[in-house]
């Protein structure tokens, strides 16, 4: 990985180590034990260099094209990857959003895996951004949830940034989320964030709720973020009212882009959309090699 490519990374927020660990997981999927592209081995001269295009095939938001050129230069560190788009950035079908120039074998064993990470990344920052945009002016912010793919959840959680969301929290290990199981399982929504307070003083504490006697009960022991759970535009009106103010309010279950401002404008702070990352498609990019003179 270049110091520009580790430099870009740092900048976007993304631990280096990490990306590159999960790039080196992904190559491993692709070239097996003995690290080999048989068909771009057997059909390329080792000393053919060559020049090509990522380019949008569909409009969009891209994100990942850092990660991308990382999977480039691991590939071969005579590889030379140009961004000529930035994260976050709205894309037309047709644009170019990076060079890559270095070894023809490598740049053909790598395009898979670049393309997989920026195609995935840049379809959680394209359907992220659609949600942002409807929500533009309500006062609610859309938010991410942990149903992100394996092993990607710190470049989903990214992508989710390239696009105009929030991240919530990464695990569970940096919030306390007392759900419906916990409370069952601890006797009372009051009795499970004590037990919370007293284990994790330190720790943000969020707890989850479906109806307004239930949001008034954890507000009342202390809570100051509730996720209201599957409830109508209505019944989160009420919570609004009963709670007045000493929560922050986030309306999570089943939402949908068409209810979505319906949603934000009944005063919550949040809406979490675990689609982002579980049910996001591909933007669709490709790598062109240029034609050869």
């Known amino acids: 990985m270049t110091p520009s490519t580790v430099d870009t990374l740092r900048a976007e927020g993304l631990d280096p180590a990490t990306v590159a660990e999960i790039v080196e997981r992904a190559l491993a999927e692709d070239l097996g034990p003995d690290r080999l592209d048989v068909t771009s081995v057997a059909t390329i001269p080792a000393e053919q260099t060559d020049v090509g295009d990522l380019v949008a095939r569909a409009d969009g938001v891209v994100a990942g094209l850092p990660v991308a050129a990382a999977v480039f230069e691991a590939v071969s560190?005579?590889?030379?990857?140009?961004?000529?788009?930035?994260?976050g950035q709205r894309v037309a079908r047709g644009d170019l959003l990076a060079t890559v120039a270095g070894p023809t074998r490598a740049l053909l064993t790598a395009e898979r895996t670049a393309l997989n990470l920026v195609c995935r990344m840049s379809g959680v920052a394209t359907h992220t951004r659609a949600w942002a945009d409807l929500l533009d002016g309500t006062g609610a912010t859309v938010l991410d949830t942990r149903k992100t793919t394996p092993g990607l959840r710190i470049l989903e959680k990214y992508a989710v940034r390239a696009g105009g969301g929030t991240n919530k929290r990464m695990g569970l290990y940096d919030v306390a989320m007392i759900k419906d199981?916990?409370?069952?399982?601890?006797?009372?929504?009051?009795?499970a964030y004590r037990r919370v307070r007293a284990a994790f003083p330190d720790i943000?504490?969020?707890?989850?709720?479906?109806?307004?006697?239930?949001?008034?009960?954890a507000v009342e022991a202390g809570a100051t973020f509730l996720l209201c759970d599957n409830m109508t535009p209505a019944g989160l009106r009420?919570?609004?009212?009963?709670?007045?103010?000493r929560a922050e309010l986030e309306a999570?279950?089943?939402l949908t882009l068409p209810a979505a401002q319906e949603y934000a404008l009944t005063g919550v702070d949040y809406l979490s959309v675990g689609g982002l990352t579980h049910s996001s498609p591909i933007l669709d990019i490709a790598l062109d090699l240029r034609e050869r003179k």
Request: hydrophobic share 45%; charged share 15%.
């Open 77 to 87: 560190p005579d590889t030379t990857v140009v961004l000529t788009a930035v994260d």
């Open 181 to 191: 199981n916990h409370r069952l399982a601890a006797g009372s929504i009051t009795a």
């Open 204 to 217: 943000p504490v969020q707890v989850e709720v479906a109806t307004v006697a239930e949001a008034v009960e």
């Open 238 to 245: 009420e919570v609004v009212r009963a709670v007045g103010g």
């Open 252 to 254: 999570t279950g089943n």
